[in-house]
Structures are given as C-alpha cells and as structure tokens.
C-alpha cells in the first residue's frame, strides 16, 4: 500500500521551544493530510485538516497558533508546536488520502513528543 | 454530531479462537468505515473497509459486519494469533475527515 513518512518519531523538548513534524506521502501526491493526536489508551482526536497550498482547518477547540500547520506541496505537510508545554506531550499522527485514488487514509508512524 | 464509539475496551481471547470486535455508531450520513489496527507506539494500520450498500466483507481471517438498521459494526477476526495483539478502532468518514471510535485493546493467551 501507500506509504507516509513522519519524521522525527521521538523527539524531546524543552518548555518554551517549537517542534516541527513532518509528514510525507512517499509514493503518492496529497492534497489533503489530517493531523492527529493521541492521549495513552486513548482514540486518535483529529486536529487539524491540511490542505495542499491554503490555510488548514482547525478542530474546535485546537488552537491554531499554537499547532501552526503547514501543507506546502503535495507530498509534505508540517506541524509545528510553538511554545512547547508539558502538556503538549503526547503521540501526533498524521494520515494522507491519495488524491488519486479512494478514500482510504494512510498513516504515518507517529511521533512521541515529550516537553520537559 | 458524528460519534463513534465503541461497546468494550479490552477484550481478552485464548490463541487460535475467533475474536469479535464491535463499534456502534450514532446517525450519520457516512456510507463509509474502516478498522484499524494499532500497535504500540505505532500509528494506525488499515485492515479492511465497508461501504454502507454492503453489509458483509471478508478478508484475509477477517470479515466486518455492518448492521445498518442497529447502527453496528463488527470485526471478527479467525484463529486469533499472538500478533493480533494491538488496539482495533472502527472509524468511518464523515464531512471528509476521518473520525475514530475509542478503540479496543485486544489481548491473545498463548
């Protein structure tokens, strides 16, 4: 199947710093990416909508200048924690729907932030 | 608004036994769901898709069930191995966005 590349996979963080993620659709082109997070034996809560080349759309409740988005080609979507916090940690996915094919959504393998 | 969500959060079944998964699902206009598989520190894995003008698929020892008169969906999984060990969530698209249920956390006894 398709394949989506998130990077880092762990990354740990001071308080006050930003964090970058990337996701990337490998062998396929997205116009639209989806921003996941999860909480410990928790279901995945949908963030934010990334769309390719215009402003991505915010989950109630999600601020949007705290988690900056950025969908800048069709292959690499980026999500950034600005001003990072203790209770930011937890698991960020990504997921990308081709947009070429059905709507099946493909997973990146996450990324365990951690903000000490 | 859409909710998805499951009836258990654990479930627990002996090796090479058949495993039942289940999802209920409120009223909504998604003629579309999915389960998942995740494994720890993983992000999700897709196993198998219904539409809602089917109520019945199968795959490689699994097969979802779709009720749409109850509003439940099931995954059965055959002779259930060690390496089904994961979470499962049912998921299905509503508005364009993928929504999940909670998610079940399915554990095999050798």
């Known amino acids: 199947g398709a394949v989506v590349s998130q990077h880092p996979s762990r990354v740990i963080c001071k308080s006050g710093t930003s964090v970058k993620i990337e996701c990337r659709s490998l062998d396929f082109q997205a116009t639209t990416m989806f921003w996941y997070r999860q909480f410990p034996k928790k279901s995945l809560m949908l963030m934010a909508t990334?769309?390719?080349?215009?402003?991505?759309?915010?989950e109630q409740g999600v601020e949007k200048d705290k988690f900056l988005i950025n969908h800048a080609s069709l292959t690499l979507s980026t999500l950034t924690v600005t001003s990072a916090h203790p209770e930011d940690s937890s698991f960020y996915i990504c997921?990308?729907?081709?947009?070429?094919?059905?709507?099946?959504?493909?997973f990146g393998q996450g990324t365990r932030l951690t903000v000490v | 608004g859409e909710n998805v969500g499951l009836h258990l959060p654990t479930l627990s079944v002996q090796e090479g036994d058949n495993s039942i998964i289940n999802c209920a699902y409120s009223n909504s206009a998604s003629d579309y769901f999915i389960w998942y598989k995740q494994e720890s520190g993983k992000g999700p894995q897709f196993i198998i898709d219904?539409?809602?003008?089917?109520d019945k698929r199968q795959g490689q020892r699994v097969t979802v069930l779709l009720n749409k008169t109850v509003k439940h969906l099931s995954l059965q999984i055959a002779a259930t191995q060690p390496g089904d060990s994961a979470v499962y969530f049912c998921a299905k698209i509503g508005g364009g966005k993928l929504i999940f249920g909670q998610g079940t956390e399915l554990s095999v006894k050798p």
């Open positions: 219904i539409r809602s003008n089917m």
């Open positions: 997921s990308a729907r081709d947009q070429g094919g059905g709507t099946e959504a493909f």
């Open positions: 990334s769309n390719e080349g215009s402003k991505a759309t915010y």
